[in-house]
């Protein structure tokens, strides 16, 4: 069984309009630690997170703590957001390959996404990963592996910030999903 334990940021600072480099906010910084004590049972053997400055430093405590390097890969970052995003989010979920002009359908995030995620499975058999991600990533991914995981699951999750799930897996098949911190912040 390998185990990956998806950590969704903390609160973001949304007045900084580059996504990539989007820090969290004063609120959003504090609650990281409770990232860390959530994650403390766990035997973390690797860190993998989404280059996105809000993504990476929430679980780089974590990571330091345990004396473990975050790697990052592009792949696992957020979907691109194009004009009038949130009008879209219906249209989106209905059709991956719908995407705002400028922005990126699910269908676009979730393969590379989920490329990213094989290749961590592969890597870390029987072992315990942290992946720091993205509401809409982390969604598309999990639809991947479970279909029923869509819209309204996407929904709930949408102010929890941040966010850790555990995911069991056997090979590549997901056999099991725990909730193991919700904090519900919203933008």
């Not at 929430?58 to 691109?80: C, K, N, Q, S, W």
Request: contains cysteine; glycine residues 8%; charged residues 25%.
């Amino acid at each position: 069984m390998t185990t990956l334990l998806f950590i969704r940021h903390a609160q973001p600072d949304e007045s900084c309009r580059d996504d990539s480099a989007r820090p969290l906010t004063a609120l959003g910084a504090s609650d990281v630690p409770r990232v860390a004590e959530a994650l403390a049972p766990f035997p973390v053997d690797a860190v993998y997170s989404s280059p996105y400055r809000r993504a990476y430093d929430t679980v780089a405590p974590m990571a330091a703590g345990r004396g473990l390097e975050i790697i990052t890969d592009y792949r696992l970052r957020e979907r691109e957001q194009g004009e009038n995003s949130r009008l879209h989010l219906e249209a989106r979920w209905a059709d991956f390959t719908c995407a705002e002009p400028g922005g990126e359908g699910i269908g676009s995030v979730q393969r590379r996404n989920v490329e990213a995620i094989l290749e961590i499975l592969s890597s870390h058999p029987g072992q315990t990963v942290a992946v720091g991600t993205h509401g809409t990533a982390l969604s598309a991914i999990l639809n991947h592996f479970d279909p029923s995981i869509g819209l309204e699951w996407f929904r709930d999750i949408w102010h929890a910030m941040p966010y850790i799930l555990k995911a069991d897996f056997d090979g590549v098949r997901l056999v099991k999903i725990t909730e193991i911190l919700r904090i519900d912040r919203g933008y």
